[in-house]
């Protein structure tokens, strides 16, 4: 943060209030609308939480003591500050925990024993009940949520655009928990399976949250009843895209589904992996990528681009590995051999790097 700007920004320590609630709370005392307060995420309504919140109050500077006094009576103050840029959901790098441990009867050596493996293997990070609202309740009306409305705001009588988001979210949080629960069942939780992208970090494999578009991590054909899924999502009214590894069968896939297969070039230690004949049930409307790692990597998806007819199929995406062949070079190679393909690189790559979530 950098100390000034048109926002206040407090950081307060709460517990009993959610953080929309707190939000709109804040909206009265400091007389701004309520989407002129800005949060980067919700907390809990029943732990004592720590949250920063900015206030839009441009030019009013000497006013932001009394504010300050007037928050100070509903929650503890634990700093304050002026910023130019509002706080969005994301903005945070992270969230930390501070966790306590009561009534315990287990001998210490145990405990210890407990803490250790908790903190070399992790544990299985399912959404908390919170997610699900009241008695499930959000969960409930992601069944009835209408996806072509999930980005507009509330006409007269309808649901308000973040009611439509926090509904949407639980469902696809419901649907990383079942995932996730199927992959304690088989002992493989903590593993990154064939066809899913390595996490930063080799004890963080990362599972399928899915939106509009597509899934952001994991392979989703690797999970039990992916094809029912995806089938469910397009019945409903969803945009589907299936991005696959390409060593799994994609004949069942709903036709409605748009699929991205990849071909694993020499470069990637997979291309015995490829599966040749998924290349027969794509049509126009799926695409075929291969991520290339240099020249050798270059050469060889050429010559599969030529033999196999692929553009004949459908698009053919070529993409650089990210710190390894410059997407610049890519390009050249592209366009002196006057290749019909698409060169894609990963924006998440180059925005973020290897950061989870991204």
Known sequence: MSGGGERLCVRLLKTGDNTEYVARELAT??????????????????????????????GQFSEDTDLLAAIAERWPVLAARREPRKLRRGDHRANGFVVTLRHV??????????????RDQGAPNYFGPQRFGREGGNLQAAVTLDPSRLNRKRGRGGRSAS??????????????????????????????????????????PTGPLWGDGGTLAGEPLAQKNA????SALADAGYSVSLETSGALDVSGVDARVSRIVDIKPPGSGEVARN????????????????????????????????DRALTETCPVLFSPVQNELLPAQLAEWILADRLPVRMQIQLHKVLWGNTPGK
């Open 29 to 58: 005392l400091a007389g701004c609308r309520a989407s002129d307060i800005g949060f980067c995420g919700l907390k809990d309504r029943h732990a004592v939480t720590v949250q920063w919140f900015s206030l839009y109050r441009p």
């Open 163 to 204: 009611k439509n988001v926090l509904y949407f979210s639980a469902a696809r949080s419901w649907l990383f928990n079942e995932v996730l629960a199927e992959r304690v069942l088989s002992g493989t939780w903590a593993e990154v399976l064939p066809g899913e992208p390595e996490a930063s970090s080799p004890r963080s």
């Open 275 to 306: 599966r040749w004949d998924n290349l027969a049930h794509l049509n126009r409307h799926d695409e075929i990528k291969f991520v290339l790692a240099d020249r050798a990597d270059y050469e060889w998806a050429r010559a599969v681009l030529n």
């Open 227 to 230: 094809l029912a899924l995806l």
């Open 105 to 118: 009867t287990a001998e210490r050596s145990l405990v210890e024993q407990g803490l250790i493996r908790l």
